[in-house]
């Protein structure tokens, strides 16, 4: 069977529906009307329609199985509307995807801690980054635990791991930094455009490439299987991002630059070009 991959396949509008019937025909493989009635409760006339549009805008795709009553993927199937990616579809089966799923399969997730983000906090800093406005806010951290104030230029949103940051230009500190949403408090006031204009964002618009590998430590046959783990090429894994984002993304795969673990099955990846990225690492 052909492997899905939608490297080439062509851009289109996200739709529910087919989303769901690209979905399970995929991944579970076939589809059928029911599948769609009750995911989004409508009528099986309603769904068959949607199947029937889906076939003729991408006839390639799906071919139908007498047997089992269902559509099934065909050899020259493509995703088009779904990624391909298996989160997409663990997410959908485990209700991470806002609809619901029918699936009967056995599956378990760790809860997430969720951190308290004030709808009052957010509201201000959405006007002030769409308005390029300063912002004064009132923030505290572990090592400045009492509420102090700054004013701050946000410059964009950033998700990392489990936490959420605001970019932002300090002026107290006269440079960029990242401000964890949950450690606002108070009622951010919009204050105006910037005093002058900010200066480049160095480290945001430096491009980086972090080079993990397997812990050299780990015999040949741990190491390979590391390497099928991260999908390596060439006993490397190459992940390119920002400069200003290379310490979080490090934190989330567990890598710890500054000091091995004495276990390399803890340990398992290595960074590789620590002196290529080190200046851009706290």
């Known amino acids: 069977m052909t492997t899905a991959s939608g490297a080439n396949a062509p851009h289109v509008t996200p739709n529910p ?3 769901l019937i690209e979905l ?16 989004f409760d409508i009528g099986r006339q309603q769904a068959s329609k949607d199947i029937n549009t889906y076939l003729t805008s991408f006839p390639q ?21 779904i990624s391909g990616d298996v989160d997409e579809y663990l997410n959908h ?16 997730a760790l809860p997430v801690a969720k951190r308290t983000i004030p709808v009052d906090v957010i509201r201000p800093m959405v006007s002030a980054l769409r308005q390029q406005q300063r912002l004064e806010v009132e923030y505290l951290s572990v090592s400045n635990p009492e509420p102090h104030g700054r004013v701050i230029v946000p410059t964009c949103f950033v998700k990392t791991g489990l936490r959420w940051h605001l970019r932002a230009w300090c002026e107290k500190s006269s440079d960029y930094r990242d401000f964890v949403l949950s450690r606002f408090r ?6 105006g455009p910037p005093i002058a204009p ?37 006993g490397e894994l190459r992940i390119p991002t920002r400069a200003a984002l290379a310490h979080y ?17 803890a340990q398992q990846l290595v960074l590789a070009n620590l002196n290529e990225i080190r200046q851009w690492l706290p």
Request: charged share 20%; aromatic share 10%.
């Open 198 to 234: 900010l200066p480049a964002d160095e480290r945001w618009n430096t491009l980086v490439e972090i080079v993990l590998k397997p812990d050299p430590r780990l015999q040949p046959l741990q190491q390979e299987v590391v390497c099928v783990d991260y999908s390596m090429t060439n």
């Open 249 to 265: 993304l490090l934190r989330d795969m567990q890598v710890n630059y500054k000091m091995l673990d004495g276990n390399a099955a």
């Open 61 to 81: 795709q799906l071919w139908y199985d007498n047997r089992s009553k269902c559509y099934r993927p065909a050899q020259t199937f493509q995703p088009v509307i």
């Open 24 to 39: 399970l025909a995929w991944w579970e493989g076939g589809i059928n009307t029911t599948h769609i009635t009750s995911t």
């Open 186 to 191: 108070g009622n951010p006031e919009l204050s």
């Open 17 to 19: 529906r087919w989303w």
């Open 93 to 108: 089966i485990h209700g991470w995807q806002q609809l619901p799923t029918h699936t009967n399969l056995p599956m378990e």
